[in-house]
């Protein structure tokens, strides 16, 4: 199987467009957190972000697995009550009004209820092959143990992957599950660091993979994954 992995959109729509094109020559699309931008001109608010990416992610025409990023944690301003409001002429995209208000270091993406689509918590058998979505921050990892495929948004520690222009900002507890063997996928998807040193690398056999942000000449950063 092939996927196609996408990580640090930040509503850069030409991204999403040229998913969308994309998407249909891969068996999933695997998404890394920092889905929305700082509300700008052009950006328009959280609320309009997320409504926008809801509809792009019912368009996509094969699974889609993606996990939550720093730029997804919500405002504390920004209620369930706020965000149903939204929604209220289509329910189809999200079933807002039996939720609890969502606290402060909750993402949008674990409220998401669109068929198809995987969001942080997720552990799926796609084919024999187990795929896990970790949320942001996540500290449960041993829910991921028997995963294949593991995203994650902030890749683990003193990696080439997490190594960036002003230092590293991998996450230590994360290496010292692979290190330890608590976690081994096959290949472990992450982002983050916008330019790392290197978009791969390896710690104890499981294989770290991040993109980085921003486009080559007429593509967006993106890696296929082959499993």
């Known amino acids: 199987m092939q996927f196609l992995h996408v990580t640090d959109i930040h509503f850069d729509k030409s991204i999403f467009n040229w998913i969308s094109k994309r998407a249909g020559d891969f068996d999933a699309v695997c998404l890394t957190g920092d889905f929305m931008s700082e509300a700008g001109e052009n950006e328009g608010s959280p609320e309009k972000q997320i409504a926008r990416m809801l509809s792009w992610l019912e368009d996509l025409p094969k699974p889609v697995f993606m996990c939550s990023g720093n730029h997804d944690v919500l405002e504390p301003d920004l209620s369930m009550g706020a965000l149903e409001a939204l929604f209220v002429e289509d329910e189809e995209y999200m079933e807002f009004s039996s939720q609890p208000e969502m606290p402060q270091e909750e993402t949008w993406l674990s409220k998401i209820g669109l068929p198809g689509v995987y969001t942080d918590g997720a552990i799926v058998d796609l084919d024999g092959v187990k795929i896990g979505c970790m949320p942001y921050q996540g500290e449960d990892h041993y829910k991921f143990q028997e995963c294949d495929v ?34 081994k996928p096959t290949y472990l998807l992450s982002g983050h660091i916008h330019i790392p040193v290197s978009n791969t690398d390896k710690v104890n056999g499981v294989n770290l993979v991040n993109p980085g942000w921003g486009n080559w000449s007429s593509e967006p950063r993106h890696a296929i994954i082959e499993v």
């Not at 948004?153 to 330890?180: E, M, N």
């Open 150 to 183: 593991l995203l994650c948004h902030v890749p683990p520690a003193k990696t080439k992957v997490s190594i960036g222009q002003f230092g590293d900002y991998g996450c230590p507890k994360l290496r010292r599950s692979l290190q330890t063997g608590l976690l």
